[in-house]
Each structure stands twice: as C-alpha cells, then as structure tokens.
C-alpha cells in the first residue's frame, strides 16, 4: 500500500533491519527500542490493526506467531517477552499496518498502560 512506511520497509524501499523474513511477515529491530530487545512482527499483507484482519489474514498471523515460538532462543528472549499490539489512538499506535511488538532481553516493568 502507498504511503504506508511498513509495507515500504517490507519492500525493501525503506532499510530496516530484518532478523527474519519469510513469505507471511518480517520482523524487524525497532527504530527507538523500549527494551534491550525490541523487534516488530509484520505480516506482508497490508491491514490496519489486529481487528481488521480477514480469516484467511487471522489464519496467517497465527502462522507467524507459531513460527515466532520456535525462534524465541535465537532473538535471544529466552528468560521470557512480552507481545503488544496496539490498535487505535487511546493506544497510541502510530503505524496503521497491524504490527505486533516483540518485547524482551532482560527483565520488563511488572505493570502497563
Ligand atoms: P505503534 O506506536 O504503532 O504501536 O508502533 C510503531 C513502532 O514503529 C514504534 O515503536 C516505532 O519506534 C516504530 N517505527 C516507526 N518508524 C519506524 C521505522 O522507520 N523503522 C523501524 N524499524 N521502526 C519504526
Ligand atoms: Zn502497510
């Protein structure tokens, strides 16, 4: 989608570093890191949030969460992570293209929001 920074980093017109990518998402290293690992989860089809997504695009972000549990060692978010998705302004979210934030490597607040 135009104008989506997203789908540009997706692209590859924007740099980013990807950790990994395959045909359903990438993920990339957060631009301004809330913790010593923060990485973002992005399906390459374009939606707005997590409650805009189709069945087929549901089906497909589960695939993408199931192929993140087995790579959890090499992010290096083995003492445990924290998953967030912000949707809508109360949110905050910034970035209309669902995105979901990898939180880890070292120990997070206890309390959010
Ligand atoms: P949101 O606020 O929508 O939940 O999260 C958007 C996230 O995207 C933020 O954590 C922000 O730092 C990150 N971000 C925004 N622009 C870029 C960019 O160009 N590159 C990368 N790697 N992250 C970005
Ligand atoms: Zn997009």
């Known amino acids: 989608m135009e104008d989506c920074i997203f789908c540009k980093i997706i692209g590859g017109d924007i740099p980013s ?3 990994y990518e395959d ?3 990438v993920i990339i290293k957060d631009i ?3 913790a010593p690992v923060h990485l973002l989860l992005l399906p390459k089809q374009h939606y707005p ?3 805009a997504m189709s069945d ?3 089906q497909t972000l589960a695939r993408c969460l199931k192929k993140l549990s087995a790579m959890t060692a090499e992010l290096g978010l083995e003492g445990g ?3 967030v998705s912000n ?3 109360d949110a ?3 970035v209309g293209h669902l995105h979901i934030h990898i939180l880890g490597g070292g120990q997070l607040a206890d309390k959010m929001g």
Do not use: H, N, W, Y
Request: glycine share 4%.
């Open 49 to 51: 949030d997590i409650i």
């Open 23 to 25: 045909e359903d998402m």
């Open 17 to 19: 570093t990807k950790v």
């Open 81 to 83: 992570f924290r998953l």
């Open 56 to 58: 087929e695009q549901a």
């Open 87 to 89: 949707k809508g302004a």
């Open 92 to 94: 905050c979210q910034s």
């Open 32 to 34: 301004a890191p809330q």
